[in-house]
């Protein structure tokens, strides 16, 4: 009988956040791949465009003109998803054909005045400065709505439509599926095991090291166990911590130093701006400010799609959108080739 | 005080199959693209490329050549995700960090003996052999699998990395998530309305006409009231029915006509081979075909990506994959749009 070899033959992973199976299939990696090639990061971006409205000074689909600003700079989304007033859909006729009012904000935040920049080639002060926006922004949009959520979207294989560093901020008045579904599983653990999942989760990966990417004093970067992408990471306070807005001085620089060095990583991986998706989760907000949410812990996702090379990405598709998420490569193989990559970016190592 | 209107004003609507919302905002359609657009479909695919291993004649992967097969033709996926004998990982030494076996079978189906067919483009007859054979390997892999995940990835856009018209076959120890939770909802749903879910709807949709694409005496294609992907649609029968091998023989051929239909309109919604992923669900097999399982319905889903033209596609991204689905259009506004789009396929039309 053979011996079980994670690398070699394929099993499921579950993944306690989202109450679900993943398959993985690491020997799927040797397969010759003959599909599509993406275009390749763009690399030659103007560091100022003026009619690019994410720009210091340039105009806005709605007329408005942006300042001529220098650090982060926020507005509303000229085209929101979710707006403040919607009128409410009433009662549903049937249980098949149910519908609700959905009412929320749209914001999107510019990281920096120049477009030809990205978090792992800023400063720390300068992604610290992205970081205390982020608080401003749940805070204040977090006073009235249920859910704010915080994302990015990296690169043009991940939608991004613009490539000046920003993210986006929708806030809305009712908890959506994602967050909905981590509040009940990290709800049903802390009940079962009176500690909070992810600060078990972390103590325990601390202890292990085998999935960590990176770690600092406060934080810590691992491929989760369950990873569905083939590079997704998980960056997740030491501390127990409800909320973005309830990280100390400290955790926030801190915070500031992993990000750049994940990043970099990131980066440094097939040499190339890496594309992804990321996004912070923590205890829901408005009315649930008032209510016990010890069962969480703050923590962001990154989810990148690439998984051979700058142009090779992973398609999340048939059997994983029909039956199952599937990935081609373990954790613990992706935690051990983004660890020991170098932590100077690739573009400022020659110099 | 304004009223409601679908179409302006963003509200969430609930998926009962899968028990979680999703968030319609069609007046975002408005809103300009300046993103990535995707490469046009190949158009100019040769009939017959003997270095395609999945040609007749071609020699595949492991050596093995492939008959000059006329028909369908089934062979074993030289990179198999699924193997029959992986080893059990064993006994999980933490709820945190679960795994447990997975054991399997990949196959690969090709429909037609030409590389430059796809199925709208198929006789009604041709189409048939493509059921009979999905009905025999439904049969043969479900004796011993508890699931056999029947699916189409269609277009590069989709991850396919063959041109040549297939679909897969991948069959599973294990219920994978996504039936796993449409087996859970049916089930309750069944248990409160004394009637299977799906029979139901597909009831109350043929009654309503609002978002029918197209029907005939035993199918029905509905863009669901809770469609995720833009021109997602819901392929069903009429009768209840628990399985794909249960159809019967006039079904069948009333099965290969309406998916001529359908994705005939598919392309002629954009005039490209339209790229999507779909696939077959239906009652568990294996173990579970000595238990009730009345409250299942045979059904396909369809997930197209295309939003906006044949280079522009729906991106899941940020909010989506952090937070939840979001659509730029209404189903109702999508299945009008496909259901007045002839059903002569835009190559034939202007012979
Ligand atoms: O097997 P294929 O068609 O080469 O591969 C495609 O479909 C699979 C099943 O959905 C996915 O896991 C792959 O990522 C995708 O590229
Ligand atoms: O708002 P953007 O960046 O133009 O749009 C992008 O992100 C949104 C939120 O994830 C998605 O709904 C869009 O499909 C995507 O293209």
Redesign the pocket.
């Known amino acids: 009988k053979q011996t079980f070899e994670p690398n070699e033959h394929q099993h499921i992973r579950y993944n306690p956040l989202r109450d679900e199976w993943i398959l993985v299939s690491a020997h799927r990696m040797k397969r010759p791949w003959k599909g599509q090639l993406e275009k390749p990061t763009e690399v030659n971006i103007t560091r100022h465009d003026p009619t690019n409205p994410l720009c210091p000074g340039a105009t806005r689909a709605n007329g408005e003109v942006n300042p001529e600003y220098e650090s982060t700079y926020v507005f509303d989304?000229d085209?929101p998803?979710l707006q403040p007033d919607a009128p409410d859909p009433g009662p549903s006729k049937h249980p098949l054909f149910q519908s609700k009012a959905a009412r929320g904000d749209c914001k999107v935040m510019c990281f920096h005045p120049h477009s030809d920049i990205t978090l792992p080639l800023m400063s720390i002060p300068e992604i610290r400065a992205v970081i205390d926006k982020w608080v401003e922004l749940m805070v204040e949009l977090g006073s009235t709505y249920q859910w704010v959520q915080i994302?990015e979207?990296k690169g043009a294989m991940m939608?991004?439509?613009?490539p000046h560093p920003h993210c986006?901020v929708?806030a809305s008045s009712f908890l959506p599926n994602e967050p909905r579904i981590a509040d009940q599983t990290q709800r049903d653990h802390y009940k079962s095991h009176k500690m909070p999942m992810l600060v078990e989760y972390a103590k325990l990966e601390s202890q292990n090291k085998e999935r960590i990417v990176v770690e600092n004093e406060d934080w810590l970067v691992v491929v989760p166990y369950w990873a569905m992408w083939p590079f997704q990471t998980l960056l997740i306070p030491r501390r127990h911590v409800l909320r973005l807005q309830d990280l100390s001085d400290n955790e926030r620089d801190s915070l500031a130093s992993i990000m750049k060095r994940l990043l970099t990583k990131y980066d440094n991986l097939f040499e190339v701006s890496f594309p992804y998706?990321m996004g912070w989760h923590g205890a829901p907000t408005g009315q649930s400010l008032l209510d016990d949410n010890s069962h969480w812990q703050l923590h962001a996702h990154y989810y990148p799609p690439l998984l051979r090379s700058a142009t090779i990405r992973k398609f999340m598709v048939g059997y994983e959108l029909l039956a199952q998420a599937q990935r081609d490569l373990t954790p613990e193989q992706a935690a051990e080739r983004l660890r020991n990559l170098p932590e100077i970016h690739y573009k400022l190592g020659q110099n």
Chains 1, 2 share one sequence.
């Open positions: 989304n085209f998803s994302f979207n939608g991004c439509s613009n986006q929708w998706s």
